[in-house]
């Protein structure tokens, strides 16, 4: 079971089911949610980079409900209930890959996206993109990843836009809109957390 975000003790894991305006219209458990006609749910992707500028990219484990043994970015999740977006970001880092982000920043407010897999099983998510910076090397939990690369970001970026890396679907989307924000000295426009879907500024602007 995945530890209640509140207080730190095992729970049932939940995500913020939403409208097609991304209000939050309830709750359900995170096991329930993803089938062949997953509800619209809040979820967010980070990209993790180290002082040298490389990117982490993680290969899900291949138990993984949806999508196993893909590579893609470094995680994503989803925010709790009336969790901070900020703060999702750094318990999921630290829960999958055994990280302390710095300098998490916002860079694609409004990335949507759906996916479905040969059995059927659907993704469905507004998934908020942000990056982070890490000073420590992951120690990865073994049941969400199953193995981790640093890369060149400039390398990784030219595969996927090229359609030379074999990714999921969600980072062959979101990697061509990171490509428009980067910024010439490196680095991304940063982006308003006023941007993101009304759920995710809930809690306190999303910060």
């Known amino acids: 079971m995945s530890p209640d975000p509140a207080s730190g003790r095992p729970g049932v894991e939940e995500v913020v089911l939403l ?54 970015n470094s995680f994503c999740g989803h925010p709790a209930p009336g969790e901070r977006l900020v703060g999702a ?11 302390t982000l710095d300098d998490v ?5 409004a990335f949507r996206y759906t996916a479905t897999m040969a059995d059927g099983v659907r993704e469905n998510e507004l998934c908020p993109v942000l990056t982070a910076v890490t000073t420590t ?11 981790v690369e640093w890369t060149p970001w400039a390398a990784f970026r030219d595969r996927v836009l090229a359609g030379e890396a074999d990714v999921s679907v969600w980072c062959a989307l979101q990697v061509p809109a990171l490509a428009r924000v980067e910024l010439a000295g490196g680095g991304f426009a940063e982006a308003s957390y006023a941007d993101l879907p009304p759920a995710a500024r809930t809690a306190s602007g999303g910060r």
């Open 19 to 72: 409208d097609e305006g991304g209000h939050e219209i309830g709750t359900a458990p995170k096991a329930w949610v993803h089938h062949a006609d997953t509800p619209l749910h809040l979820a967010f992707s980070c990209y993790v980079f180290d002082a040298a500028g490389r990117v982490l990219i993680t290969r899900r484990a291949l138990d993984k409900r949806t999508f196993p043994g893909v590579w893609t």
């Open 89 to 99: 970001v750094a318990r999921r880092g630290a829960q999958e890959l055994g990280l």
């Open 105 to 109: 920043r916002l860079v694609l407010p």
């Open 137 to 147: 090397e992951p120690t990865p939990d073994p049941s969400e990843v199953a193995e």
